[in-house]
Each structure stands twice: as structure tokens, then as C-alpha cells.
Nanobody
């Protein structure tokens, strides 16, 4: 079994920054695709950013390109999302998910709750 725990969310003013972390346990995740997803009230889920190590590929939502940076530390089973120049429309619950046998591009367009493992989420609120 894999457990995922997100942290780093909070309240920030527009233009500010936050760094989200996702800690994985229970299994080595180096061969898994890992990604961040978000869901805002009344909106559809969005795949924010995903990464796979085996092919070094990434996926990013167009609206976060140039503002969000995804990274992973396979030695620590960690996934990070550095978010800068945050906007009110980034307000959402952010979820971490992992899935074996999938590319980052494919992962990014699938709802997080359809993956085998995902966390409980961390709230990000951006005030204007």
C-alpha cells in the first residue's frame, strides 16, 4: 500500500508563493508517475503538473506554465510543487497522486481520484 501526504498549502496574497510537498510511503515510487491535481469549488478537476522519471517527461497545465515548477526526489519519495506569482484562480484543494505504468502526459488529463493512490489534499487560497 502507498500512502501520500500533502503539505504546504495556506493563504497567500496574489503574487505570492507557496511550496507544496507530497511525502510518499509504503513503497518506492521512483518508477511511478507522480503529479499534482487541483479541484476548486464548482469547477472540474485539473491536472496541474506531472512527471515521470523513466522517460524524464513532464506535463503542465497551460495556465501554470512559467509560474509553477514541479520536481521530485526519488531518494526521499517526495514530490514538490513550487508555485510563484499565484493568482486568485489558483485557489483550490491540491492533491498529489501516483500511478505506475503511465506517462506524465497521459496522467495529466485523468482525474486524480481515478488513480490507485492519492492523498487527502491541501488547501491553497489566494486572495486578491
Amino acid at each position: 500500500q502507498v500512502q501520500l501526504e500533502e503539505s504546504g498549502g495556506g493563504l497567500v496574497q496574489a503574487g505570492g508563493s507557496l511550496r507544496l510537498s507530497c511525502a510518499g510511503s509504503g513503497r518506492t515510487l521512483s518508477t511511478y508517475a507522480m503529479g499534482w491535481f487541483r479541484r476548486a469549488p464548482g469547477k472540474e478537476h485539473e491536472g496541474v503538473s506531472c512527471i515521470t522519471s523513466f522517460d524524464n517527461s513532464t506535463y503542465s497545465l497551460d495556465s501554470v506554465k512559467g509560474r509553477f515548477t514541479l520536481s521530485r526526489d526519488d531518494a526521499k519519495n517526495m514530490l514538490y510543487l513550487q508555485m510563484t506569482n499565484l493568482k486568485p484562480e489558483d485557489t483550490a484543494i491540491y492533491y498529489c497522486a501516483v500511478q505506475p505504468g503511465i506517462t506524465a502526459q497521459a496522467m495529466g488529463v485523468i482525474p486524480y481520484y481515478e488513480f490507485e493512490y492519492w492523498g487527502q489534499g491541501t488547501q491553497v487560497t489566494v486572495s486578491s
